[in-house]
């Protein structure tokens, strides 16, 4: 199938016409290409996610005529398989715990999304954003330990040094664990996973098991 | 990082308030110290502030920055290379490994007696033939800016330098006047030093007290002839202007120094150092000596040098007005690019994004609840890692760092605006003619 | 032994040095083109982006004479380092580098001054052309390295521009447009005829150029991120100094043309593979 090659600079269209996506960029009323890559052309979905009606009040005056709009991007899927890519607020990413602290957990942000990074990213994921209840009562080391692979949300940007993390929802957590002994352990609830040689408990902060 | 980037702690609010309020089209741009466009920030200037020097100057703006620039000249033995070899490129490496034979000459007032001799050995007389003047080299200058705060190899401050540095030597005619004999020149040390942190960007600063500072320089009379080695003139009071003054200017300076004893050298109509200003544009309007902050919204910026020169009468085309009046004969030497810092000033988010004001385009940032329980969803497009932060058309008075550069039209009529008759720059000479060099 | 005090005479039998004059200006290049340009992306597999940029040799015959080599790698985005403070911006860093080889007289891997003016010069280029939003607190390094000798600083400049803007856009870096540079100058014979102004002067053919100009182009918005001019312009009028930076636009359209050529053929080569 032949694709539409883009290059940077390239006119796509108006942007009256479409929504700029990834690799585009607006400039006078219309979008261009600002990566090297193949145009696709996304139809918006039919069923526009309604958000709470109360919500819809407040933004009534606000012009959401764009969400019909089909969004217009340039992927450079296929062109290169190094795609060097970013943790954004929102993505989720899996990470390794690299150092513990009273106040923080230091991790090395691995995989966004489905891309595996090319570079590490430091991150860090605070107490008060361990879990969504009793966030007082968190304890870092009851959390994590080094080493472990843990599923997170990318919550802020972030200060100099480190996007910020949060483990606040059932399915993120810990997904990997190895135990003190060294072997792979297994989750037994919500905050423990159990050495399957030794039967010692040690406790984390679990993500639920698809 | 150039030194352009000053960290400027400006929200993206008063950012877009800035530049709004500069590129203000009816009744001119407002700017926040009430100046008009073309207006200068005052300034004290003095020279021959240091004694031990050949020329110096001092210039403080009224913001508090301030620079000093010191002019030293040694004799140097002139390279004689072993065959004709006429150097035309200019990124040819200087390989003048002349033996530094030649003394340092600190030229003070108060060592007048001090006998002025060149200790240089009488030996080869080998290059006979060699053509007269034309042999000069851009090596005889050296020029070296010191900012504080910053490293000496400072990729802002090597492109400071080399800024002032080209202007010098742009039209080859100021090395011309460091030519001695066939066998020596002088060579020129340039320091110029910027006292105070640098609270704009120094380049006008810089450039017009080096203008200053070669305007009060003096070398000390030759007394020897053609070819010999150089001898020269104890009296300081005698010692020759690097620019010759005319008759009028120089008439306060013959209070101190008997009258020039080169006749057809006052006569001459005075040439003028290069000056280099800095000219920034936002939306339509060109800006002339912009502070730290409002080249912090700047669309473009450019430094344009220029200098004044006798009238030449190579140019019998020139549809201009001839150069008989007493208008200045200008000359573009220069012309560079300068890295707005507008560009690193982070945006603003506008309403319809910006999920706190609850924006609909939440597609970059989802709230918390959703994207968390459903890593895998399916309308997940915003989180698939190839999003971006979103893009989003223009909005009035939320700020963007421009993106770009600028058009073909505005850079020519920023030159333009330099060059014209009764511009800036001949404002500026004229200011700087003012100024009593002693 | 031999006869150190004087000066002796070859031992063997030698031949007399014949000195060839080489055959003229060959094929004068037609004053309205720019020398032919090699462009190629992709030739550093380490690098996230990377491009190699040589010139057309006009006369191949004179001796020593070399034709300008780049090649441009850019590593990143990438994480600062901790000392960096926070960025919403991408962090820009260029460096431009002679290879020790690269001029007549070697040099070490020191750089000298004429290598971050350039550098300065190439970041202005850029910074225009690079949508740095898009990558917050991540920086980029992007090495020019000349690789050949005997050119003169604009042009040498103009071929970095033009190959980092073909490796950024190999890197994936949003960008408004590919930035190409050129170079136009005024030079004359001499002081009888009048000058004359070319497009991608080679220094070498030549007698004396009294003024040039090194323009980065954005053609998709008609934009200059960043201008060179210095030299001499006979009088104040600006008629000389305009037709100067038009014909520079010109070599900068010329050289983009070759940057677009070749980043369609890199994207048809990846659909190929993949």
């Known amino acids: 199938m032949a694709q539409t090659i883009a290059i940077p600079g390239q006119l796509l269209g108006p942007s009256s016409k479409y929504v700029a996506g990834p690799g585009t960029h607006i400039h006078e009323a219309n979008l261009y290409s600002s990566v090297l890559g193949t145009v696709t052309i996304a139809q918006p979905e039919k069923k526009i996610a309604p958000g709470p009606a109360k919500r819809l009040t407040k933004i009534a005056g606000l012009p959401s005529s764009s969400a019909q709009l089909p969004t217009i991007s340039v992927s450079r899927t296929g062109i290169s398989e190094k795609r060097e890519v970013l943790p954004e607020v929102g993505n989720v990413v899996l990470c390794r715990v690299t150092r513990i602290q009273p106040r923080q957990a230091t991790v090395a942000i691995l995989v966004v999304g489905d891309t595996v990074l090319e570079a590490e990213w430091q991150g860090v994921i605070r107490p008060q954003d361990v879990r969504a209840t009793e966030k007082d009562k968190v304890k870092i080391y009851e959390s994590f330990r080094p080493g472990d692979i843990v599923r997170a949300q990318v919550i802020s940007l972030g200060d100099q040094a480190s996007y910020y993390l949060a483990t606040a929802s059932n399915d993120l957590g810990v997904i990997m664990a190895t135990s003190e002994a060294g072997n792979v352990m297994y989750p037994v609830s919500w905050k423990e996973y159990r050495d399957p040689e030794t039967g010692l408990n040690e406790n984390r902060k679990v993500a639920k098991p698809f | ?438 | 032994m031999a006869d150190r005090r004087r000066i002796n005479g070859p031992v063997g039998a030698t031949t007399p040095p014949i000195f060839d004059k080489p055959a003229g200006p060959a094929a004068a290049k037609t004053r309205d083109a720019i020398r032919k340009i090699f462009l190629k992306t992709g030739i550093t597999p380490s690098a996230s982006g990377s491009a190699y940029l040589e010139l057309e040799n006009p006369n191949p015959q004179r001796p020593g004479n070399t034709s300008l080599k780049l090649s441009c790698t850019v590593h990143g985005p990438r994480s600062l380092p901790r000392s960096a403070p926070f960025s919403p911006h991408i962090i820009l860093t260029t460096h431009v580098k002679y290879a020790p080889f690269a001029t007549r007289q070697r040099r070490g891997y020191l750089r000298d001054s004429s290598e971050r003016d350039l550098g300065v010069h190439l970041e202005t280029a850029l910074r225009g052309a690079i949508i740095a939003d898009r990558w917050p607190k991540s920086g980029v390094d992007i090495i020019s390295q000349k690789d050949d000798e005997g050119w003169d600083m604009m042009n040498v400049l103009s071929g970095c521009i033009t190959v980092a803007s073909a490796a950024i856009a190999d890197a994936g870096i949003d960008c408004v447009d590919t930035v190409a540079g050129g170079v136009a100058a005024l030079v004359c014979k001499d002081d009888k005829t009048a000058p004359t102004i070319v497009m991608d002067p080679v220094v070498a053919e030549h007698d004396s150029i009294l003024a040039a100009c090194c323009v980065a182009y954005l053609p998709t918005r008609d934009e200059i991120t960043n201008m060179w001019f210095k030299g001499r312009l006979p009088g104040a009028d600006m008629m000389v100094y305009d037709k100067l930076m038009e014909k520079s636009l010109v070599a900068c359209r010329c050289a983009n043309r070759v940057i677009v050529q070749e980043l369609n053929e890199t994207v048809k080569k990846g659909q190929g593979i993949s």
């Not at chain 2, 005889?140 to 400071?160: A, K, M, Y």
């Not at chain 2, 080399?162 to 460091?178: H, I, N, P, Q």
């Not at chain 2, 030093?193 to 070669?214: D, G, K, N, Q, R």
Request: aromatic fraction near 4%; glycine fraction near 6%; charge should be negative.
């Open chain 2, 1 to 438: 990082m150039s030194s352009t980037s000053q960290h400027l702690l400006l929200s993206p609010a008063e950012l877009a308030y800035l530049h709004g309020s500069l590129s203000l089209i009816t009744p001119g741009p407002i700017r926040p110290d009430g100046r008009s466009p073309t207006q200068f920030r005052p300034l004290t200037a003095e020279t021959g502030i240091l004694p031990g020097t050949n020329g110096s100057a001092r210039i403080c703006f009224a913001d508090g920055t301030e620079a000093v620039v010191g002019v030293k000249a040694e004799v140097e033995k002139t390279p004689v290379p072993p065959y004709e070899f006429v150097a035309s490129t200019e990124g040819r490496k200087g390989h003048s490994s002349a033996p530094k034979k030649s003394s340092r000459k600190s030229k003070k007032t108060t060592t007048e007696d001090e006998e002025i001799s060149m200790d240089v050995d009488e030996d080869d007389e080998e290059a006979a033939g060699v053509n007269e003047k034309a042999r000069v080299s851009p090596d005889w200058v050296e020029l070296s800016v010191e900012i504080p705060g910053l490293r000496d190899d400072d990729s802002g401050t090597v492109f400071l330098t080399s800024m002032l540095t080209e202007a010098l030597l742009a039209d080859g005619e100021f090395v011309k006047k460091l030519w001695i004999n066939r066998r020596f020149h002088w060579k020129l040390y340039l320091d110029i030093i910027l006292i105070s942190p640098p609270l704009s960007y120094p380049l006008p600063l810089l450039s017009l007290t080096t203008h200053l500072a070669l305007l009060a320089t003096r070398l000390p009379r030759l007394k020897s002839e053609a070819d010999e080695d150089p001898m020269f003139d104890d009296d300081w009071a005698a010692a020759t202007f690097l620019y010759p003054r005319q008759d009028t200017t120089s008439a306060k300076a013959s209070n101190k120094s008997p009258k020039q004893p080169s006749a057809a050298a006052a006569a001459a109509p005075a040439s003028r150092p290069p000056i280099t200003l800095l000219v920034m544009a936002v939306g339509d309007n060109i800006i002339f000596d912009p502070s730290k902050e409002e080249l912090a919204v700047a669309d473009s910026a450019v430094a344009v040098s220029v200098a004044e020169g006798p009238s030449s009468e190579t140019e019998p085309e020139s549809e201009s007005i001839p150069a008989t009046s007493t208008k200045r004969n200008l000359h573009l030497l220069s012309v560079r690019t300068i890295d707005p810092p507008s560009r690193l000033t982070p945006p603003g988010v506008p309403n319809s994004v910006n999920a706190a004001a609850w924006g609909t385009m939440t597609a970059a940032t989802p709230t918390t609840t959703t994207a968390a329980t459903a890593p895998a969803n399916e309308s997940g497009a915003a989180k698939h890692p190839d999003a971006r932060v979103t893009e989003t058309e223009d909005v009035v008075g939320v700020w963007k760092a421009p993106r770009g550069g600028a058009k073909f039209g505005m850079l020519g009529a920023m030159v333009a605006k330099v060059l014209e008759r009764g511009g800036v720059a001949e404002e500026v000479l004229d200011g700087l003619e003012g100024v009593d060099l002693t």
